[in-house]
């Protein structure tokens, strides 16, 4: 009988080989990028900082087995652990995505491509610590600071075209290639390692999406991301030993990612890799919100106001109806119980009743008990979501890429108060000037909930300076936030 199985070996696919020669070979070039980057670090890290406040997040955190410290490895910002790399990925990427607070990426995927500072920087922290210790240079901020802006293109541009969450995955397979990628780039793996490195990453399991949705909404969506970034520092370790890859990882007939997990399509690029996603990446600076939502909870903040300046409130209201985008009727348009503070910043409903009645939507407001106030459902209940396709357009449009929401309000006497439409929210590139004030803020009040005001200052003073942050060894920088 005929074979049907050709065992050539073929040519690593392009998709990994364009990768790791854009981790390898490009260099970036743009202020803004590296500006943009800085913010990004900052606000990444003081994310991870209120998220301590969080029992929840905390009992995840530290070594595998309690205890441990490991000499010359990653220290854990906030917190007093040092641990191999791995494991300090996993600890940091937690502690960045657990109250949905860090930068944000919509396309055809969605994401945050700061998760990958987990991976980033531990394995930048451990690099340098042991490079220290054996009389060698560490690596600097600058360094952090590059592979940030790599990952968040990778993972960006991958993003751009291609739809994971429509074939059942979570984004976060996003970031293990991302990170599996820079890290990689880290750790001084050649083009071919690298290589090897990304087809781990895709031969790899992946999440599945069924955690941010109903009925199985749910905290693991908090520490998913941070799962993925120490899976990719462990798969970059694993091709360091010189461990085969799989070059038709993608390509492969029935086997390969694209025929088994893609349903038979290969990956579709906008654009080649540069610095654009960094340049446009998107800030949650107001409200830990869904970003869907972020300029609906805008609009319903402004409500609150014109109702408060009337004398009236949100028990005056009869209906309200929302104008918004295919993708946040899809991810967050939501009925029923909700059972977690998970399930509850991934509804829009849950995230617009809050501040019409509190006028304010904060971390806190998740808990349990702010959702056992009974006139938040009674609220949610009037609450209709409607899709303008213009504003789906509006989303996907590369030059506009807007988060359109417009709230209209029936009040129970007949009056109507006129829409409020909110395209943009604070943290867009085309508000950016005033944004960045406001996601300092963010960044002191985040400082203020662990440390001591010297150490604080200490902090802000290389934070905020763009040259001194680049030129400071990574150990040292990290050690600021380290008791």
Request: hydrophobic residues 40%; proline residues 5%; negative net charge.
């Amino acid at each position: 009988m005929a074979s049907f199985n050709n065992n050539e070996r073929p040519a690593p696919d392009g998709v990994l080989v364009d990768i790791a020669d854009y981790v390898l070979s490009y260099r970036v070039d743009s202020a803004l990028a590296y500006e943009t980057a800085r913010n990004c670090l900052i606000d990444t890290l003081g994310c991870g900082l209120e998220a301590l406040e969080y029992p929840a997040c905390t009992k995840l955190l530290g070594p595998v087995v309690p205890g441990t410290v490991v000499p010359n490895g990653a220290r854990v910002p906030g917190t007093p652990y040092q641990l191999d790399p791995v494991q300090a990925a996993f600890n940091l990427g937690t502690m960045i995505r657990w109250l949905d607070f860090n930068d944000c990426w919509l396309a055809a995927e969605w994401g945050h491509p700061s998760d990958n500072l987990g991976g980033i920087l531990a394995v930048a922290d451990w690099l340098s610590r042991t490079a220290v210790a054996a009389g060698r240079a560490p690596l600097s901020m600058r360094d952090v600071l590059t592979a940030m802006i790599k990952a968040h293109e990778i993972q960006g541009c991958l993003a751009l075209e291609n739809a994971f969450n429509k074939v059942g995955f979570d984004h976060v397979i996003l970031v293990k290639v991302a990170s599996t990628a820079v890290v990689a780039g880290l750790l001084g793996l050649s083009r071919d390692e690298i290589v090897n490195a990304l087809s781990l990453a895709f031969v790899d399991g992946q999440a599945l999406r069924t955690y941010r949705h109903a009925p199985n909404a749910g905290s693991r969506k908090s520490w998913a991301a941070g799962d993925a970034t120490s899976r990719a520092v462990k798969l970059a370790l694993i091709a360091q030993t010189g461990e085969m890859g799989y070059p038709s990882a993608l390509t492969a007939k029935t086997w390969g990612f694209y025929d088994a997990s893609f349903r038979g399509q290969s990956f579709k690029f906008q654009r080649p890799y540069g610095s654009y996603v960094m340049e446009h990446v998107l800030f949650k600076i107001s409200y830990p919100a869904e970003f869907h939502s972020q300029t609906a909870v805008e609009a319903a903040m402004s409500v609150q106001e014109q109702l408060r300046a009337t004398g009236r409130s949100s028990d005056d209201i009869a209906s309200i109806r929302i104008r918004t985008h295919e993708a946040c009727i899809r991810i967050i348009d939501k009925s029923g119980p909700l059972h977690n503070p998970a399930d509850r910043d991934h509804t829009i409903q849950y995230m617009v009743a809050v501040p019409l009645i509190f006028g304010r939507l904060t971390a806190s407001d998740y808990e349990d008990d702010v959702a056992a106030d009974p006139r938040i459902d009674a609220l949610r209940d009037k609450i209709e979501c409607v899709e303008d396709p213009a504003f789906t357009r509006d989303y996907h449009d590369p030059d506009k890429r807007s988060i359109a929401n417009g709230m209209t309000v029936t009040l129970k006497d007949g009056t109507v108060l006129p829409e409020l439409v909110v395209e943009y929210p604070i943290g867009h590139k085309r508000r950016r000037a005033d944004g960045i004030p406001l996601l300092e803020a963010k960044f002191r009040t985040n400082l203020a909930r662990r440390f001591v005001e010297k150490r604080q200052h200490q902090i802000l003073d290389v934070s905020l300076n763009q040259a001194k942050l680049e030129a400071m060894p990574v150990h040292d920088y990290v050690d600021l936030y380290c008791s």
